[in-house]
């Protein structure tokens, strides 16, 4: 069975940086696109980032633009999100997804899905 799991989330303060993990197992194929969502209570599910397998092609969504980081390491299969200046909106639960598409930012396009973390950004 295909397997991600996200680890990272932390509570912080505005202003700080954490960096989230995606470990992936139990896929028979090498997936194309990773990439991370996020859910605010009350909200829909957000695309936040994704990236290609040969890390050619990111895509930020417009509020962590400038702020986000991905990478992955396909060594380690591990997708990683390094979050800097963060801001109390930023506070959600983070999702890592993964499929062999080509890397677009809506959540419908993929199956294969982690549990989240939680990340809480408060003063």
């Known amino acids: 069975d295909v397997r991600l799991v996200e680890s990272g989330g932390a509570s912080v303060q505005p202003g700080g940086s954490l960096r989230l993990s995606c470990e992936a197992s139990g896929y028979r194929y090498y997936f194309f696109c990773m990439a991370w969502f996020r859910q605010a209570p009350g909200k829909a599910r957000e695309p936040v980032a994704a990236?290609?397998?040969?890390?050619?092609?990111?895509d930020y969504g417009d509020s962590v633009k400038g702020r986000f980081t991905i990478s992955r390491d396909p060594d380690k299969d591990t997708l990683y999100l390094q979050m800097n200046n963060l801001e109390p909106e930023d506070t959600a639960i983070y999702y890592c997804?993964?499929?062999?598409?080509?890397?677009?930012?809506?959540?419908?396009?993929?199956?294969?899905w982690g549990q989240g973390t939680q990340v809480t950004v408060s003063p």
């Open positions: 990236l290609d397998s040969d890390e050619i092609t990111a």
């Open positions: 997804a993964a499929d062999s598409v080509p890397c677009p930012l809506l959540a419908d396009e993929y199956n294969y």
